[in-house]
T-cell receptor
Framework: DQQVKQNSPSLSVQEGRISILNCDYT??????FLWYKKYPAEGPTFLIS?????DKNEDGRFTVFLNKSAKHLSLHIVPSQPGDSAVYFC?????????????FGSGTQLTVLP | SAVISQKPSRDICQRGTSLTIQCQVD?????MFWYRQQPGQSLTLIAT?????????ESGFVIDKFPISRPNLTFSTLTVSNMSPEDSSIYLC????????????FGPGTRLTVL
C-alpha cells in the first residue's frame, strides 16, 4: 500500500521555465510534508517543508502548495536551472511538525534542459 | 545542518556474510534513522535509533536481520546480517534536526551489492 505517490517518474523542462512536481497521499493522518532532492551517489538533501495548517510555503525559487481536500501537494521551481536536475522525493509524516517516520514517494527525475 | 558521514561508501559482499555500516554525526542528536533504498525504488525506513534504548523497527524489518547499535549521541551502526542478493540496496542514515523547521538530514549512503 503506497501511501505517498509520485505518479510521474520523469519530467523535462527548459531552463528558465517553471518545473512542477506533483505528489499525492492517501493517509489523512499525515500533517507534515517535505521535499528532498537527490543527486546520484549522494544522500537526499532537504529542500522545503509544509505543515497541514498552511497551504503554501515559499523559499527562494521553491514553493510548495498543499491541497488537503485533494490530498495533493506540488513543488514549483521557478526559474528552473540545469543544476536542479536531480531526483525529487516528497515525504510525509504525522506528528504535528515532527519529521519522524517519514514515508517517501517513489521520486521524480527532473531534467532541466539548457 | 548536521554533517553526516557513512562508512563504507560502497561494498560488494558474498551471500551469507554480514556487513556493518557506520554513521557518524558532527553534533549530538537525539534521534537517528536508518533507511534502505532498493534499486529503482523509494526510501523505506528500517528503524529509529535512540541513544540508550533499543531501536524501534518498522514493519517488515527485524532486529536479527538488521541489528542496530547507538552507543552515544553522535554514532550509530547498522548491520546487515546473513546477506542475500535481495539486500543489495543503498543504506542511508539520517538525523532529525530543528533549524527553524523540523526535518531530517541524510548521510551520503552506503551502496551494498550482494553477490
Amino acid at each position: 500500500d503506497q501511501q505517498v505517490k509520485q505518479n510521474s517518474p520523469s519530467l523535462s523542462v527548459q531552463e528558465g521555465r517553471i518545473s512542477i512536481l506533483n505528489c499525492d497521499y492517501t493517509n489523512s493522518m499525515f500533517d507534515y510534508f517535505l521535499w528532498y532532492k537527490k543527486y546520484p551517489a549522494e544522500g537526499p538533501t532537504f529542500l522545503i517543508s509544509i505543515s497541514s495548517i498552511k497551504d503554501k510555503n515559499e523559499d527562494g525559487r521553491f514553493t510548495v502548495f498543499l491541497n488537503k481536500s485533494a490530498k495533493h501537494l506540488s513543488l514549483h521551481i521557478v526559474p528552473s536551472q540545469p543544476g536542479d536536475s536531480a531526483v525529487y522525493f516528497c515525504a510525509a509524516t504525522r506528528g504535528s511538525g515532527s519529521a519522524r517516520q517519514l514515508t517517501f514517494g517513489s521520486g521524480t527525475q527532473l531534467t532541466v534542459l539548457p | 545542518s548536521a554533517v553526516i558521514s557513512q562508512k563504507p561508501s560502497r561494498d560488494i559482499c558474498q551471500r551469507g556474510t554480514s556487513l556493518t555500516i557506520q554513521c557518524q554525526v558532527d553534533s549530538q542528536v537525539t534521534m537517528m534513522f536508518w533507511y534502505r533504498q532498493q534499486p529503482g525504488q523509494s526510501l523505506t525506513l528500517i528503524a529509529t535509533a535512540n541513544q540508550g534504548s533499543e531501536a524501534t523497527y518498522e514493519s517488515g524489518f527485524v532486529i536479527d536481520k538488521f541489528p542496530i547499535s547507538r552507543p552515544n549521541l553522535t554514532f550509530s551502526t547498522l548491520t546487515v546480517s546473513n546477506m542475500s542478493p535481495e539486500d543489495s540496496s543503498i543504506y542511508l542514515c539520517s538525523v532529525e534536526e530543528w533549524k527553524g523547521t523540523d526535518t531530517q538530514y541524510f548521510g551520503p549512503g552506503t551502496r551494498l551489492t550482494v553477490l
